[in-house]
């Protein structure tokens, strides 16, 4: 059973970078799949941050790909986000999720989430 | 970018009831659609990928179609697990983005 959880501070200050951790177990990173991250602020919709190949090829929204580094650590098989800069706007709850390598999949598995605020 | 859009925004319904949600995309994606089906507090969970392929485990009532740039996700009789919010996700570009939701509520 493929688990992915979400790990990280809850409470980041304004300008500061905002670290996520989202461990896999039940599947190797090593082994395929595109790994991702998704936020929802609070009451909102989704937006997709980016997302990583297990060799290491990343894919960035546009919008955010200025202050995005998602990196992957096949070793301890989990992935990372890290927002800078950030603002109130960037309070969320930020999923991390698989998603199959054909471009018809869509995200299978997803952490529970976790949410971040911003505030100073 | 490609724009999505759905309709309605809320739909209050009673169980046993046929559902029809429609999703609009601003250009051709194909049958690049998956859709998702989110309870309050808890992560989205994916229901159909290619527009009309369900996910393993997700149960038949729930169907898709529609190419292009219209599609449809259709609850044939609408359970009381059903009450949730759900999205489309175009999947054609490299730069995923989400539909706002359509909310199901209980008549």
């Known amino acids: 059973q493929v688990q992915l959880q979400e790990s990280g501070p809850g409470l980041v200050k304004p300008s500061e970078t905002l670290s996520l951790t989202c461990a896999v177990s039940?599947?190797?990173?090593?082994?395929?799949?595109?790994w991702g991250w998704i936020r929802q602020p609070p009451g909102k919709g989704l937006e997709w941050i980016g997302s990583?190949?297990?060799?290491?090829?990343?894919y960035y929204n546009p919008s955010l790909k200025s202050r995005v580094t998602i990196s992957v650590d096949t070793s301890k098989n989990q992935f990372s986000l890290k927002l800078s800069s950030v603002t109130a706007a960037d309070t969320a709850v930020y999923y991390c999720?698989?998603?199959?390598?054909?471009?018809?999949?869509?995200?299978?598995?997803w952490g529970q989430g976790t949410l971040v605020t911003v505030s100073s | 970018d490609i724009q999505l859009t759905q309709s309605p925004s809320f739909l209050s319904a009673s169980v046993g009831d046929r559902v029809t949600i429609t999703c609009r995309a601003s250009?051709?994606?194909?049958?690049?659609l998956a859709w998702y089906q989110q309870k309050p507090g808890k992560a989205p969970k994916l229901l159909i990928y290619?527009?009309?392929t369900l996910q393993s485990g997700v149960p038949s009532r729930f169907s898709g179609s529609g190419s292009g740039t219209e599609f449809t996700l259709t609850i044939s009789s609408l359970q009381p697990e059903d009450f949730a919010t759900y999205y489309c996700?175009?999947?054609?570009?490299?730069?995923?983005?989400f539909g706002p939701g359509t909310k199901v509520d209980i008549k």
């Open positions: 999720a698989r998603r199959g390598v054909a471009t018809l999949d869509g995200f299978d598995y």
């Open positions: 039940g599947y190797s990173i090593s082994s395929g799949y595109y």
């Open positions: 990583i190949y297990h060799s290491g090829s990343t």
């Open positions: 250009q051709g994606i194909s049958s690049y």
């Open positions: 290619a527009a009309s």
């Open positions: 996700q175009q999947l054609n570009s490299y730069l995923l983005t």
